[in-house]
Structure formats: structure tokens, C-alpha cells
């Protein structure tokens, strides 16, 4: 079995980065400063073509771009609003052009027989999660369901009225173990919630962004959603938190994924992971004062959703313009190198840990 994913953090470099840069740790607990501050990172959903675009097929892909919160591809260079779109960023690529990033050479096979246009959905580079999510025919690519689902939608509904996190329970092929599994967790919650209290911010220790009054009144609340393995309509969502952690796909029992901020996965307990103090350990991460304000910096994977997070908490967020190409580079070049470095480790196996570590 593989140990469950967790990015290595060094704490005093952190501090470091801190006192040099001049940036101020926040006193904001993590799970609201997450819901206000860090924007999800973006899908690419790159669709692959030979010489040029038929008009159905051009027409086919502005309406995808209409759905997206970006594009990198000057031709569809009018996306949907990015605050009612899913975090997708649309990337059109001719499989003949030399001079195409070769980032997206290396993630098509053209050996391969292909009906173009040809529609992938990966993870976002920064993940270095190598999973496609879905991949076909543009014209079979369901990126609605890709998107949003029911159990995403009151997911983000709870979120967006306070709430801390929301577990979300993956249920498994046992029906007694999903209710015992069920039972410990609402167990659990309800500890966190009467054991955590909240440190009470003086105003002027307070971020100029942060207005309390335009967000859901700050409190510690959790609570819990069942999700079915069986359920279509919910099918891409299950692939996409089996993926969110290595080891996750290969388990056929009950798996429980905290989510905060803007639909982010803290981690992935199941088995022996689900202890105690792994609840604990991860409450009082939620809960803490955010110390280290980059997200990068942070546990945990952005699922993919449509939901329109500020206009569901009021809150004044910074305008980012949208990467192009050299936006991206970076973090494809660490994808490819981290692609390389796992390549001789793939087939090693870890045994886990029953202790969660939430470092920041």
C-alpha cells in the first residue's frame, strides 16, 4: 500500500521566507483565510487538433471555453466568467506545429490512433499527479459531470455558509464497515467541535482584507457526506479523490476526504489511518492561525468544481490576470522532472503511517 500523499513543508524555511520577504504570518484560522484567499487551481482541459479546425469543431470549442475560467488559446480568448466557471484553463494544440510546447507532445501519443479533435482533462501540473482524469473525442467529453455533481455542489454549499470542512465519505464495497466507519466519524466531528475553540483576534491584529462581516459568521462546525462508488453521476468525482491520494485507487474500503477552503482535499484516512488524534491532528490544522499564507506551501489537492465561491461569501478578492503559456512553464517543468524522478520509484511500496502529520 502506498503512504497517503502529504507535501513536505520545512517550517523554518518558511519562517525564513517570512522575515526576509517581509509578509506577515496571518492570524486568520487556515480553513477561512484558504476559503478567501486561495483561488483553486485550474484543470488544463487541452484539446488536441491536426492543421486546422473545421467551423462545427471551432464552434465546439467556444462553447467549451465558455465553461472554463480560462484559456491560454488566443483564437478562444473570451472564457466564461471565472467566478461561475469550473477552475478549468482551455489549451488548444496542433499536433503538427514544431513549435508547440513540448509539455504537450510529451502528454499525447500519437503513436496511438486518435479521432481529432482529441480532448484530454488532466490534473493541474502543480499536483504532479500523473492520472488522466478523462481523455476522448471532444465530442464525447462529458465536462459538465467533469465539473459539478450533486455531492460538489452541497459540499460547496456548507463551505460557504461557515462551515470548517466537510468529510466526505467514500463509501466501500462493506456495508457494516461503511456504517462503522460512519458512526466514528460523526463521532469524532462532534468531539472536534465541543474540544476546538477558536483564539479570538484583537481587530487591529485583524488583515486589512479580511472583512468578518462580509463572510459567514467564523466558527467551528464539521460535518459529513456519504458518496457511492456505484453512483454515474458521481463517477469522474470518485476518480478524481481516489486519485487525490497515491495508494487511494487500489482500495475497495471506505475512505474518508476532509475538504476546506475552496473545495480543497486536506488528505485521504482510512483503515488505520482513521484514529483519533489523525482527527485531532487535522482539526487543529483547520483551525490554527494561517502561519504559512502560501498555498503551495499547504497539504492537500483542489478538486475540480464549478461554484461560485465569492459571490457566495461577499468577500473582495484581488483580479489575476490569466496565464498564458510562460505562466505555465514553471510548473510544467517541475511536473516533467517530477514525472522522471517517479519513474524509478513507482513500483516501490511504503508502508503507512498511522500518524498524520499536518505541518506547515
Known sequence: MTKPRFNALLYCAVLFFIRIGGTEACV??????????????????????????????SLKIAALARKCAKTASAEFSSPGHAETSANTILYTVDVNDTDAHPWFMKLHDRSLPRSYPWAKLIFPPSTRIREVLWEGPLYS?????????????????????????VW???????KKENARTR?????????????????KIPEEQLPLWYKASNGPPLRVEFSMVSLSRTDP????????????????????????????????????????????????????????????????????????????????????????????????????????????????????????????????
Request: overall charge neutral; proline content about 6%.
Open 183 to 199: 458512526a466514528f466519524v460523526t463521532n469524532e466531528l462532534r468531539e472536534l467541535e465541543k474540544t476546538i475553540t477558536l483564539r
Open 28 to 57: 486568520v484560522p487556515v480553513f477561512r483565510y484558504a476559503l478567501e484567499r486561495w483561488v483553486a487551481d485550474e484543470y488544463p482541459t487541452i484539446v488536441y487538433y491536426e492543421d486546422t479546425l473545421s467551423k462545427k469543431d
Open 233 to 360: 453521476a458521481e463517477s469522474l468525482f470518485v476518480k478524481l479523490l481516489l486519485h487525490s491520494q497515491p495508494g487511494a485507487d487500489t482500495l475497495t474500503r471506505p475512505i474518508v476526504f476532509p475538504v476546506f477552503g475552496r473545495g480543497r482535499v486536506l488528505t485521504a484516512l482510512w483503515g488505520d489511518l482513521l484514529t483519533h488524534d489523525n482527527f485531532v491532528r487535522a482539526g487543529r490544522f483547520l483551525t490554527g492561525p494561517c502561519s504559512c499564507v502560501i498555498k503551495a506551501d499547504n497539504p492537500g489537492v483542489d478538486l475540480l468544481m464549478k461554484m461560485a465561491w465569492d459571490q457566495n461569501i461577499r468577500s473582495i478578492m484581488r483580479d489575476e490576470a490569466p496565464p498564458g503559456l510562460t505562466g505555465i512553464a514553471p510548473l510544467i517543468e517541475q511536473y516533467l522532472k517530477k514525472r522522471q524522478d517517479d519513474s524509478t520509484h513507482s513500483t516501490k511500496e511504503h508502508k503507512p503511517s498511522r500518524e498524520k502529520k499536518f505541518d506547515r
Open 141 to 165: 467529453l462529458p465536462f459538465d459531470q467533469a465539473c459539478q455533481s450533486l455531492i460538489r455542489q452541497e459540499v460547496g454549499r456548507r463551505i460557504c455558509d461557515g462551515q470548517t470542512a
Open 168 to 174: 466526505i465519505l467514500l463509501e466501500g464495497e462493506d
